[in-house]
């Protein structure tokens, strides 16, 4: 296998070593124990710093922080209005605008953070652009653009013609479009390493390779356990994504499939020759999305999130690392792209993604104190610092707006048990993506592909944005 096929990733590589942080080795007392020190976990912990800056904080990550999809995603920070219509189907128009407008505020937020803090990650709110790829896709962002237009924020999705998306971004391929103007991006490796070591400069304690075995409840308090001690605690906050799919409580929520992305060598004559010199990040509208945006030295980051289901929570290694999914990836490349035939792709990695059945994050109280926050299906990088918010105040029982969002413990959903999560879902996958495929080619899809990709909507599942 090529040495340019990690599962480490270009942004881990390219961000370079944090500083660790040693594994716990005696037990521990706080008054927050939080699991995970992704995104999730880290934002967690500088907001209950924030609110509350005496409390006693310990964060255990069963690897090094921001190691893991933190640190390896497409670094797409949107907020939530793609995904209006189906915040207001299932709570209702306040409700939705509630977390919707939380989700902006959050990417704002991010920006205000790499600044007032000093991190270098790449942060620019340059908006991000949908674009349709095929006749089946026209009008993919039609649902958002009237449900942010009905609910008083018209400029949070704005219509594109033709024209106007191949004035930001000329490809053979796009069609019309929507720009959502105040979304950003980052180097992911980059702003999850700056938040863990600012968390450890406000006094959280950070314990690095350091699997919390099982946290539940002992004699009144939490206890989390590890190899080599335990931590006792007030509250906790479990934020360890698809590791999360080895607690029986979560087995019926969340699904755990991989997404994968290559990096080409620095092009900025072929940006200049496609005029996507203005930063935006960019998606197609299908299910089985690709994503890509640049960075500042002249690359293009390409991502597809049609990478294969996991079965269970254990990914096998191949949510990583998949050389015929990223042979696919760079296929897909050059479709959209063609100027890029003959350029180097230098780097190409994955890694897993919890998904929930509704598409949307989600923050449940798996026992008395203990919260977990989970579900991004491939968009967290600005919804985790929502979420982060919300599970601090739970932890910290502050009882306001945060606490109170939509997505907290909201109504059931289920996904089905294993195996059939496994098998039906990689059925269904297959024919979602031969069905988009045959409509980017012009071709009728077959009737068993449009049946098995009609199947997750028949059982309240939701695909796509």
């Known amino acids: 296998m090529a040495d340019w096929h990690t599962a480490r ?3 881990l590589e390219e961000a370079g070593p944090a500083r660790s942080a040693p594994p716990l080795e005696t037990d ?23 609110i509350e800056p005496a409390t006693r904080v310990v964060l255990c990550e069963a690897g090094a922080c921001g190691d893991g999809p933190s640190g390896r995603n497409g670094g797409f920070a949107n907020g939530m209005w793609f995904s209006l219509p189906t915040l207001r189907d299932r709570f209702g128009d306040q409700r939705a605008l509630a977390v919707a ?18 991190v270098d990650a790449w942060y620019g709110q340059d908006g991000y652009m949908q674009v349709s790829t095929a006749p089946a896709f026209d009008g993919a962002w039609e649902a958002a653009a009237a449900a942010c237009a009905e609910l008083g924020e018209p400029g949070a999705c704005r219509r594109l013609t033709a024209a106007e ?42 314990f690095e390779h350091t699997p919390v075995r099982h946290v539940g409840r002992r004699g009144g308090v939490v206890v989390g356990v590890t190899a080599n001690g335990e931590v006792r605690a007030r509250r906790a906050v479990i934020a360890a994504g698809g590791a999360e799919l080895g607690q029986p409580v979560m087995r019926r929520r969340l699904t755990l499939t991989s997404s994968h992305m290559v990096i080409t ?22 299910a089985m999305i690709h994503y890509f945006r640049t960075t500042p030295d002249g690359r293009i980051a390409f991502g597809w999130g049609g990478g294969r289901i996991v079965r269970g929570h254990r990914t096998g290694g191949r949510a990583e690392v998949d050389p015929g999914i ?13 100027a890029l035939r003959g350029r180097r792709v230098e780097h190409a990695w994955g890694g897993p993604i919890d ?7 989600m923050i ?15 968009h967290g990088v600005g919804p985790s610092h929502m979420v982060g918010r919300s599970l601090a105040s739970l932890a910290l029982d502050v009882g306001d707006d945060a606490s109170r969002l939509a997505i907290v413990s909201p109504p059931p959903h289920h996904v089905p048990p294993e195996p059939f999560r496994f098998v039906g879902g990689s059925l269904i996958r297959r024919a979602l993506v031969a069905k988009e495929t045959a409509h980017e080619q012009g071709r009728a899809p077959s009737r068993l592909s449009r049946a098995l990709a009609a199947i997750p909507a028949r059982i309240g599942i939701h695909i796509g944005r």
């Open 101 to 118: 407008r939380a989700a902006q505020a959050s990417v704002d937020e991010i920006g205000g953070f790499c600044r007032e803090q000093g």
């Open 9 to 11: 990733g270009y942004w």
């Open 364 to 378: 449940l109280e798996l026992d008395a104190g203990i919260w977990a926050g989970f579900g991004y299906t491939g």
């Open 265 to 286: 060598e620095p092009v900025p004559d072929v940006l200049e020759e496609i005029g996507w010199t203005g930063r935006e990040c960019i998606t197609d509208s299908r």
């Open 28 to 50: 521990r007392t706080a008054d927050v124990l939080i699991v995970g020190g992704g995104f999730t976990g880290l934002w967690t912990a500088w907001q209950i710093k924030r």
């Open 326 to 338: 990223t042979e696919q990836v760079q296929h897909h490349l050059i479709r959209i792209f063609p």
């Open 355 to 361: 998904v929930s059945p509704t598409h949307l994050p």
């Open 165 to 206: 998306v191949r004035q930001r971004c000329e490809s053979p391929v796009f069609r019309a479009g929507a720009l959502y103007p105040r979304a950003a991006t980052v180097q992911p490796a980059r702003l999850v390493h700056g938040l863990a070591e600012r968390v450890r400069g406000r006094g959280v304690e950070v």
